[in-house]
Structure formats: C-alpha cells, structure tokens
C-alpha cells in the first residue's frame, strides 16, 4: 500500500492505494464535521460521475472514503488524481440536499427490552430515555451493519450507552439501538450487542427495490413514539 499526504487550506488528507483495484481517502481535519463533510462530498460527485473513471464501489464512512474501481480500464494514479480533484469540490456541490424524515417507535416491552437497562445507567427514567431519543432530528452519517443500517448521531444523553455484555444472536428488522453517542436503527435480521430500545414497523432496506434505501447520509431522522395498537398501520411500509 502506499499513500501521499496532501495539505490544502483548512484541510488535510491522505489518498492510500488498497490492494489493486481500490484508492482509500481518509481526511486528517481537525473538525469531525469537515472530516465527514469532505468524505461525503467526494462520495456524491463520484456517485453521480464514477462511470467515468470506471469506478465500481463507494464506500464512505464517518472520516474516509473507500473507492474500488475496475484494475483493467484505469490505474490508482488516474483514480487519486481524481479524488484529490473532486476535494476541491465546494460543500454540497454534488450532492442533493438533506431531508428529514419522521420514523414512528414502539418503546419498551418485547419491541425495546433494553430501555430499562439503559434507563437504568444513565440514572433516567425510561420516558426520560424515550423523551431524549425523539427531542430532536439525528444525522445519518453513513451506512453501517447489518445490510445498509441507517447509522445516526446519538441523543443527548448524559452519558454514553455501552454495549451488551452478550450480544443477541437474533436481533429484527427494525430494531432501534443505541451504543457509545452514536444511533441506528436495523435494516435487517442479524446478530447484535447494542441495547435495543424500540422497533419500528418501517421498512428500512427493501432488496427487491432500487435504490435499496430512501435514506442518505446527510439526512435526519426525528423519532416518534407510537403504540403497540398502531404498529399495524405502518407495518411494512416503506417510508421516502
């Protein structure tokens, strides 16, 4: 592997070549938002303009960027090039704006067995808990685990939430959890060890569709509790 440090005004980054066919961005700013910014931006230019460059992957976390491209139709030096020119990209400059969208939760019970728990560390009481995680809109900041999870800024809880001692083999669609400061809702069926607070009855991730998710990075959600007799009226629906 090899890499290059690139200094720019107010902003730092290092272009790494992975393996034979992938360039990895990793932004060195100070700022976690500029760092998130910056990944985001080059992740939306290639995503509208990667064919060009026969890029075939885009993977963007909280501070770099994976991009994967066809070792047969460009070179890693072609694809640096490229990304070091799309940093140069104003904010947002190729990316749609971010929309919020309201996700209505069953707290508690056998859809959040972990709201007591949690309730419980961060000294509150579970409506408390419930109060903090919908008190106001929380950015996704990239795709996570398992199968394009929404991963989210945290409530403003107290405190940090740690995780299960012994994950859960089986955790649904759905599943509201929070870990550390961050959020996530899941996408699909799967082992997990964040505390689940609640469920929604959303579809989060459809395969069968294109795209597989309304959701983007940028974007907030705004929860909503709802009660167990609602659950019905959204069940599967698919929220964009």
Request: proline share 10%; aromatic share 6%; hydrophobic share 40%.
């Amino acid at each position: 592997m090899s890499g290059v440090t690139c200094i720019r005004p107010h902003r730092e980054f290092v272009l790494s070549d992975c393996g034979d066919s992938a360039v990895r961005l990793t932004s060195l700013s100070a700022d976690a938002e500029e760092r998130w910014r910056v990944v985001h931006t080059v992740a939306a230019a290639l995503d509208a303009r990667g064919d060009e460059v026969a890029v075939t992957g885009i993977i963007p976390t909280y501070d770099a960027l994976l991009v994967e491209f066809d070792c047969g139709a460009n070179t890693h030096d072609a694809i640096r090039a490229h990304v070091e020119r799309l940093i140069e990209l104003p904010a947002d400059a190729a990316a749609r704006g971010p929309r919020q969208f309201e996700i209505p939760v069953v707290y508690g019970g056998e859809f959040g067995p972990d709201l007591d728990g949690v309730a419980a560390h961060l000294e509150l009481s579970p409506a408390e808990v419930i109060r903090l995680h919908c008190e106001g809109p929380l950015t996704m900041r990239c795709f996570g685990s398992p199968g394009g999870a929404p991963m989210l800024d945290g409530p403003a809880f107290p405190r940090p939430v740690p995780r299960r001692t012994i994950p859960r083999p089986h955790v649904p669609a759905g599943a509201v959890a929070v870990a550390g400061r961050q959020a996530v809702v899941s996408a699909r069926p799967a082992p997990g060890g964040w505390p689940v607070i609640g469920r929604t009855p959303l579809t989060i991730v459809d395969p069968a569709t294109d795209p597989l998710s309304d959701f983007r990075p940028g974007d907030t959600f705004l929860f909503v509790p709802i009660t167990a007799a609602e659950w019905s009226m959204y069940e599967g629906v698919r929220h964009g």
